[in-house]
């Protein structure tokens, strides 16, 4: 077994784990992460995309809108590059209750989100296919934001202020050392070893996974209830600007433009488990259905990818329990298990939203300091993170600029996304291992309208060159890769994206037979 050292462990690679990280270790600590997959395969790459102005939550949830309009502006400036300021309109659709926008704007000056009413038309003019029965309009501070993108840049931070970030560790022990956490035992998934890290103290930002962790700890009853959601990509930018219904939040009410694309969602039940990733065929048409109240002829364009992901709601006990998850608080929660539990040296962080993560960062490492009777100040909020100290925002034609200049001497494996044959090959250097799923979270790979039928093959040809994989580990990623992105297809696959998905099915069973390719199983 190998021993790792450190102040600060922290359990879980999401946005609220990566904030904790970068937030500690610029307060001096010597930290390590762990995540028991890739970065961001929990809530966090699976989520909406929206980087929220607060809006939503004026009238439901008074504390979370105030938060969110307070963080999002400190995250645009901080993580500019992976955020697009496309700004957001809530709209009065035909199907909406009239007086609800009233309700909203007092909502939003009692939270301190910026809001202002616009005429109609103006509404009408930014975005023209909204729908034309739309009675009232209000502009606010809405925009969209790449989770990876800012779970790498909060990961670069973190690394040059010295802390260590280990993927592919997964935590299977929480070690005791009597009334204190001193560290925890992990499963390093990729060199199938056991490493033991001994630490000072220990954050849990596991997310909805959280509570087994805290079990672990054997800290038992932090009740994570998961929220699960469903959202549709469509297969271009119906709209450039984020579009919410000025309704109570409901299903399917917003629309986020997110870089070719954009995204309907999402529904919120209560999921059995965290795991539990399945998608309905009802909560497909229920998506369309809402979609079209928003931009009628939605269902015309295609859907391309439907996933689901399962926020963590942290349980009140005090609270209803027959209470819906939609009306549970979208607050983050802070659990001291010193003095709950009796517990020195560990706490638990969860809840919030992407929007907030910062903040859940900065408030749990706030309280350890605390606890550990040190004093020092937080300073996430005024630096900006590597890529962003220009304070430029991502924008749209970004890609097609580097090409143009690049334009004679970069061949493109990917023509949805506009990603060079360099850009891979950079990215394979600094990741070695990298597998097509890597890839894909980190250039976009498969994600636009051909959902991987032109460029997977190319992506796993290139690698395979490179030397990282053999052919027959080079089979088992490309057949592993259609198998993730078949998981969210199949429950869409109607129209012309019935047709595309029957072309890709030809190419790689059809030419390449890839079923029946010998292949050693991926780690
Ligand atoms: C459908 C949906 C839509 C949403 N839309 C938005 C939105 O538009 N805007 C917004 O601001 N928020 C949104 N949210 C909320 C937001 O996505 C989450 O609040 C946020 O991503 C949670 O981040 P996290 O780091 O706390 O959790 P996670 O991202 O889930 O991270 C926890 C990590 O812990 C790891 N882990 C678990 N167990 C172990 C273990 N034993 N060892 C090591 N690692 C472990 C997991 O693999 C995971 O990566 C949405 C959520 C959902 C479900």
């Not at 469509?234 to 939040?249: A, G, K, S």
């Not at 859940?360 to 020092?376: K, N, P, S």
């Not at 970069?410 to 990215?427: H, K, N, S, T, Y």
């Amino acid at each position: 077994m190998d021993t790792l050292e450190c102040d600060v462990l922290v359990i879980g690679g999401g946005a609220t784990g990566l904030g904790v990280v970068r937030d500690a270790a610029m307060r001096g600590f010597r930290c390590i992460l762990v995540e028991r997959v890739d970065l961001g395969q929990g809530t966090t790459g699976r989520f909406h995309g929206l980087l929220h102005s607060g809006g939503r939550y004026v009238i439901s949830d008074p504390r979370s809108a105030t938060e969110c309009a307070e963080e999002s502006a400190t995250v645009k400036r901080i993580a500019a590059e992976a955020v697009e300021d496309t700004g957001g309109l809530f709209v009065t659709t035909p199907a909406d209750d009239p007086d609800y926008a009233d309700r909203f704007l007092a909502g939003a000056r009692a939270t301190g989100v910026p809001v202002q009413e616009i005429p109609v038309a103006d509404a009408l003019r930014r975005e023209p296919r909204i729908n034309p029965g739309i009675s009232r309009a209000f502009e606010v501070a809405d925009a969209s934001i790449d989770a990876w993108k800012l779970l790498w840049a909060n990961q670069r931070s973190a690394v040059e202020h010295g802390a260590r970030i280990l993927p592919y560790h997964w935590v299977t022990e929480v070690v005791r050392d009597g009334d204190r956490v001193a560290g925890a035992v992990c499963h390093d998934n990729r060199n199938e070893r056991v490493v033991r890290i001994e630490a000072g103290f220990t954050v849990n930002a596991g997310g909805i996974w959280a509570g087994e962790i805290a079990d672990m700890a054997d800290c038992p009853g932090v009740t994570v209830v998961p929220g699960k959601g469903i959202m549709i990509a469509m297969n271009h930018r119906l709209v450039n600007t984020v579009v919410n219904r000025c309704e109570h939040p409901g299903d399917g009410d917003i629309l986020v433009p997110i870089r070719t694309v954009c995204v309907i969602g999402t529904t919120d039940t209560a999921a059995d488990s965290p795991d539990d990733l399945d998608i309905h065929s009802d909560e497909v048409q229920q998506m369309l259905d809402s979609g079209e109240v928003l931009v009628p002829g939605f269902r015309q364009a295609r859907a391309l990818h439907a996933w689901t992901g399962s926020r963590p709601l942290f349980k009140d006990e005090r609270a209803d329990p027959d209470a819906d998850t939609r009306h549970m608080s979208r607050g983050l929660a802070l659990v001291d298990h010193l003095s709950r539990d009796g517990v020195s040296g560990f706490l638990t962080i969860t809840g919030g939203k992407l929007t907030t993560y910062r903040l859940m960062a900065e408030t749990v490492v706030d309280a350890m300091c605390a606890q550990l009777g040190t004093a020092r100040a937080c300073t996430t909020a005024d630096e900006a993170m590597p890529g962003s100290e220009d304070g430029r925002h991502y924008w749209l034609g970004s890609r097609l600029a580097a090409q143009e200049e690049a334009m004679a001497d970069d061949q493109l494996v990917c023509e949805c996304e506009l990603m060079p044959r360099r850009r891979l090959i950079e990215a394979a250097a600094r990741r070695p291992g990298m597998n097509l799923d890597d890839v894909r979270r980190v250039l976009r790979l498969g994600m636009g309208p051909c959902q991987g039928g032109f460029c997977t093959y190319r992506a796993t040809g290139i690698l395979h060159g490179l030397g990282d994989a053999e052919a027959p580990k080079a089979d088992a990623l490309l057949l592993q890769f259609l198998q993730h992105r078949w998981l969210g297809l199949e429950p869409i696959l109607h129209g012309d994206q019935m047709r595309q998905a029957c072309l890709d099915d030809w190419i790689f069973q059809g030419t390449l037979d890839v079923e029946h390719l010998p292949v050693t199983p991926p780690t």
